[in-house]
């Protein structure tokens, strides 16, 4: 299948060019408390391992800005200061070298201040995230929709991006989240029908990895597809770097994961009856070893020797269980057979010479 990106205006932020038909770039966001800097950088090294192209952190006070000079200093991907309320903090931000602002124009302090905000970011180069959240929509357009709708999201990013195009800014990115996928899709596709900005998706508060998986598989799945969007985040309630990880696997399966970040991909069967090695903690243990693996190869692991080589002769290397043992195969051709706890010593020495 062909995707057909929509054609967006490119963003530069940091040395992550985004739109313009550049790949799709992957965001987290730091969960620890931003005033500690040596918590807040490891958090980051670790992110930027398992693939993380862009990291935002919270910035709620003048500590936290002041914070992120040195974190900048110390990390290797674009850093994102997260903004609210005060106006101060994102001139501290972009004194302190961050790459982008996350703002909402409509609550840092009335249109002078904007303008001071806006007339800083554009000397320094530095591009700004319109956010917009469907549970935290203006009173007006919650009136006006009779409450959260795809609409009212688009028109509050509309008069958001207009406080910045009145100041001839045009390094926007914007960001329309629902913690409903269909709204999520709705506001998106009517956003990238009007505008040519690169959009930054996302579903909100989409809860522990389960549901946020599923989640945002479902939006960012139908409108990647549909060629909407320039970098995502899948939002979890719990350790960041599964953010990542989901966020890669959606793009994988979608087809348009960047080569260069590409983990190994692992398919395995749900089992059944003729299985006959513990092929479940075989698969787990597969895909723990090989997480950070970056080959552009397909791993097969399968139940049983009835179908396992044929099921997976699109795999570069695989194994069958049997009775106790594993058949090693390449292409679906058997080359080897092992006892069952030396299988996934035996396959990642195979994967290493590839």
Request: net charge neutral; proline share 4%.
């Amino acid at each position: 299948m062909k995707i057909n990106r929509r054609k967006t205006r490119t963003v530069q932020i940091g040395d992550v060019a985004i739109g313009g038909g550049h790949p799709i770039a992957v965001q987290s966001m730091c969960n620890t408390d931003t005033c500690d800097v040596e918590k807040t950088v490891q958090q980051i090294q670790e992110l930027t391992e398992a693939g993380c192209d862009i990291i935002r952190v919270a910035v709620p006070n003048e500590e936290a800005a002041d914070a992120l000079k040195a974190i900048k200093a110390r990390i290797a991907i674009p850093l994102v200061a997260d903004i609210h309320f005060d106006y101060r903090l994102a001139l501290k931000a972009i004194a302190n070298g961050v790459d982008k602002l996350r703002i909402n124009p409509g609550n840092i302090g009335g249109r002078k201040k904007v303008h001071e905000v806006v007339c800083a970011a554009k000397d320094r180069g530095i591009p700004i995230r319109i956010g917009v959240n469907g549970g935290s929509l203006e009173k007006d357009l919650l009136e006006k929709y009779g409450g959260p709708t795809a609409e009212g999201m688009v028109e509050s990013a509309e008069k958001h991006m207009a406080y910045l195009l009145d100041d001839d800014f045009p390094d926007i990115v914007v960001s329309l989240k629902s913690s409903d996928p269909l709204m999520t899709i709705d506001a998106y596709t009517m956003f990238s029908k009007k505008y040519d900005f690169p959009v930054h998706l996302g579903v909100t508060e989409a809860g522990i990895l389960k549901s946020a998986a599923i989640k945002s598989a479902v939006a960012m799945g139908h409108l990647i597809l549909n060629g909407i969007g320039d970098t995502l985040r899948v939002s979890v309630t719990g350790d960041p770097v599964t953010e990542v990880e989901t966020a890669q696997a959606i793009l994988q399966s979608c087809g348009c994961l960047d080569q260069k970040a590409r983990p190994v991909t692992v398919v395995s069967c749900p089992t059944c009856g003729r299985t006959q090695i513990d092929l479940i903690g075989i698969a787990e243990e597969m895909n723990r070893r090989l997480k950070h693996v970056r080959k552009p190869i397909k791993v097969a692991v399968m139940g049983c020797v009835v179908n396992g080589p044929g099921e997976g002769r699109e795999a570069d290397i695989g194994v069958a269980g049997g009775n106790g043992k594993g058949v090693l195969f390449k292409k679906g051709q058997i080359f080897k057979t092992v006892p069952e706890d030396q299988i996934v010593d035996a396959m990642m020495q195979e994967i290493e010479k590839m």
